[in-house]
């Protein structure tokens, strides 16, 4: 196995701190592949206003970037995440679409070049009154060299919109956008080897790490919000269980809905 160039940090290891002042640290090349779900520029009201069920359990604190930054943040992150990769290396991207042209133009303008652009399809968004009800993500599918990447075919007929539920964490601690993990595990599934480097700059709740422990694949995480990082920490200590049931109700992830209206 070739030994990265991770500057300061360690393999399988979450760090607290901004992504825009760790990513800087990494080697060049160090990274097999990453898969992100960074920060979203709307009105987060999540904990307020877009649960159906006791704000109290929710982690508050979750780190949105405001509107009129949103590009530049961009930008800058995905510059160095393009620097990160391996020349085989891959990335995918979530967005929501109200956001979306900065993350295509931020993909262009690092260098990357898009490969799919695939629709989660997840269920029960939030409810509104006039207009249609949000119930899709982006995750845009880009590489740093079209002509050699990653891809394992592990189904024969891999369509690019996925229908996956969102995970209910039934009496315990929520953060309000965690990735269900099935999704984490197709990713990795289609687009690395046993034993590559998978980084996720926002890691949130830390499902990246998790899954990528699962399925033999070192990782590295960064997070700014200390209550996000010290529950993915305890998720990865095991002490939160790693098993969540997929849910057939009201779920997760609202926050990149637009709220209710
Ligand atoms: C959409 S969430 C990620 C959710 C994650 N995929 C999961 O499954 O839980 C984005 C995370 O990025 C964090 N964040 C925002 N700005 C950041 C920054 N500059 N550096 C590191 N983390 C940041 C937020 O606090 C939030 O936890």
Not at 73 to 94: D, I
Request: net charge neutral; hydrophobic share 35%; with cysteine.
């Amino acid at each position: 196995m070739r030994s990265p160039d991770l500057g300061p940090f360690s393999p399988d290891t979450l760090y607290h701190g901004d992504a825009l002042d760790l990513l800087p640290l990494l080697g060049a090349g160090s990274i097999d592949l990453i898969v992100t779900d960074p920060p979203f520029a709307i009105d987060f009201r999540a904990r307020k206003m877009n649960y159906h069920r006791t704000g109290s359990r929710v982690l508050e604190g979750y780190r949105e970037i405001p509107g009129h930054e949103y590009g530049q943040f961009t930008k800058q992150w995905m510059e160095e995440a393009f620097r990160v990769l391996s020349p085989t290396g891959s990335m995918y991207v979530f967005s929501g679409w109200n956001r979306l042209k900065d993350v295509l133009c931020g993909l262009d303008d690092a260098g990357f070049t898009t490969i799919n652009h695939l629709i989660w399809k997840y269920q029960f968004g939030v409810f509104t009154r006039k207009k249609f009800v949000t119930s899709h993500y982006h995750i845009l599918f880009a590489v740093k060299d079209p002509g050699n990447y990653v891809f394992h075919k592990v189904e024969h007929y891999p369509e690019d919109v996925w229908v996956i539920n969102r995970e209910y964490w039934k009496g315990r601690k929520k953060t309000p956008t965690k990735l269900p993990s099935q999704l984490v595990r197709r990713i990795l599934a289609f687009s690395s080897n046993p034993g590559d480097m998978v980084l996720d700059p926002f890691i949130g709740s830390g499902t990246v790490a998790v899954v990528s422990r699962e399925m033999g694949r070192h990782f590295l995480g960064f997070e700014v919000v200390d209550e996000y990082f010290r529950f993915a920490q305890e998720r990865l200590d095991g002490g939160v269980p790693a098993g969540a049931r997929e849910r057939d109700g009201s779920g997760e992830r609202k926050e990149h809905a637009e709220g209710e209206n």
